[in-house]
């Protein structure tokens, strides 16, 4: 398979439409406003409120890095309070830091009391990818979010990866997949996944084929936990550190028949220096 170009400056728009279009067609939801500047789009139904966060980006892109990140969290309570939800609602979350390597701690020490005074460790933690990339603000960071309040029989839920630990246990805030069950499908966000022994340590340092193997073994692991399969994905990123290492991707895409995948690649630096690759994904169940 020819290899796509690799996208090195993030924009969270199509990422998170992407999302939108998947749960909800080509519906068209109300534009969602913080002051004057348009951030996404609202969905009402019988089922849930759903209100998807397209581009955020901190007041002050000039601030220290935490105020950078403490900025976007208070915009999506401000936001969220405003069309009459909670933090709590908050289901999966695209932090994408210029610079990882250099603040991933500082970030973590930011969003992990946030969420904690919100009750997500009691509640819902949402699944997320932290990813190390550029965007075209000069900021420290950028994010796109998605929030669900269920109304009927709508639920949301945590799910666990079989083959990994909570990331809690390393200092990290954030659930390994959340699924969506609605009427007639279910709905899961698997979070940014890496080459992560069950401990929590990096595996397979160093070996790039390796930890790709490693990764989408975990991600195949979650699928078939929730009686899901590749063939269900609807929406998948790949964030590989080093372009020369793209043609592994490719070798095991081919090799396991997973050429069709509707896959977006970035060049990009994972949360430590020694993951070399990472992949999210969405795959939907239709159910009777």
């Known amino acids: ?3 796509p170009k690799l996208i090195s400056v993030v924009d969270t728009r199509p990422i998170v439409r992407q999302v939108a279009l ?3 067609g080509n519906a068209c939801g109300r534009p969602v406003y913080d002051g004057a500047r348009h951030i996404g789009t609202l969905h009402e139904s019988a089922e849930a409120t759903v209100c998807f966060f397209e581009e955020l980006v901190p007041a002050d892109s000039r ?4 105020e950078q990140t403490l900025s976007i969290f208070e915009t999506i309570e401000r936001v969220l309070h405003a069309e009459g939800m909670e933090f709590g609602h908050l289901t999966r979350t695209w932090f994408y830091l210029d ?3 250099d603040w991933y701690e500082l970030f973590n020490q930011t969003r992990t009391p946030f969420l904690k005074a919100r009750g997500a460790f009691e509640g819902l933690m949402p699944a997320s990818t932290g990813i190390g990339i550029a965007n075209r603000f000069g900021a420290a960071v950028v ?7 269920p109304k009927g029989a709508a639920v949301v839920q945590e799910v666990a990866s079989p083959m990994q630990c909570s990331a809690l246990d390393y200092k990290s805030s954030f659930s390994r997949a959340v699924e969506v069950q609605r009427e007639g499908s279910r709905a899961i966000y698997i979070s940014g996944t890496a080459s992560i022994e069950p401990g929590g340590a990096t595996a397979h340092v160093g070996d790039t084929k390796a930890q790709i193997e490693l990764t989408m073994e975990v991600v195949s692991a979650i699928l078939r936990s929730r009686q899901m399969h590749w063939s269900d994905c609807t929406r998948a990123i790949a964030y590989i550190k080093e372009v020369k290492n793209s043609p592994l991707f490719a070798d095991y895409l081919r090799a396991h028949c997973l050429q069709a995948l509707p896959l977006t690649w970035m060049h990009s630096d994972i949360c430590r220096d020694d993951l070399l690759f990472e992949i999210e994904l969405d795959a939907v169940a239709k159910q009777g």
């Open 1 to 3: 398979m020819p290899l």
């Open 22 to 24: 998947e749960a909800f």
């Open 63 to 66: 601030a220290f890095r935490e």
């Open 99 to 101: 610079k990882i390597l």
């Open 143 to 149: 994010a796109g979010a998605l929030a669900i309040k």
